[in-house]
């Protein structure tokens, strides 16, 4: 068209002034800014609009944490509850209850040595095969626990950290 602007915008911005009182640490008072052309005026009525709308979403989510947390104190307060249960079941097994089991007492291990085909070139194995094998072991606990066959649901995200050698 040839109607080329003479000054195109290529970036926006806002910037939040803050300032800290050098003996105090603690914040200072900053000189407002005073907005003079209407384009400015307008841009600094709509930031201010968008502090309001900032500072209600952090008083709504302050007001949800202080909930959440409220929350958190009873579930630790019964989780305190369980384990000091635990522990009196531990340290003193004659006051268990006859259906009562201890986690340690549900626990089995394996171990195995890896043919070469569960191994790559470098000697590492395969995750597909760790995870194979710990679904093994923990359905051959779980069998052991209930005394019946365990349904599998679904596996959590499994991270491998560092590599097995065989």
């Known amino acids: 068209d040839g ?34 052309t209407e384009r400015e005026k307008q841009l600094y009525a709509e930031t201010e609009a968008l502090e309001k709308v900032k500072r209600r979403k952090r008083e709504e989510q302050k007001g949800v944490l202080e ?25 003193f ?13 549900t626990r089995l291990e394996t171990s195995m040595i890896c043919q070469p085909q569960q191994r790559n070139l470098y000697g590492r194995i395969f995750g597909g095969f760790l995870m194979h094998r710990a679904f093994e072991l923990a359905f051959s606990t779980a069998y ?21 050698s065989s």
């Open 144 to 164: 052991a626990f209930v005394g019946q066959r365990p349904c599998f649901l679904e596996v959590d995200h499994v991270d491998f950290l560092k590599p097995v």
């Open 93 to 105: 097994p004659a006051l268990a209850d006859r259906d009562s089991i201890l986690m340690k007492d």
């Open 3 to 36: 109607d080329v602007q003479s000054d195109p915008i290529a970036l926006t911005a806002n910037f939040t002034f803050v300032a800290r009182d050098s003996v105090t640490g603690k914040s200072a008072p900053v000189n407002r800014l005073s907005p003079e």
């Open 67 to 91: 909930k959440g947390v409220h929350k958190l104190g009873v579930e630790a307060e019964r989780l305190k509850a369980l384990l000091a249960e635990g522990r009196v079941f531990s340290d």
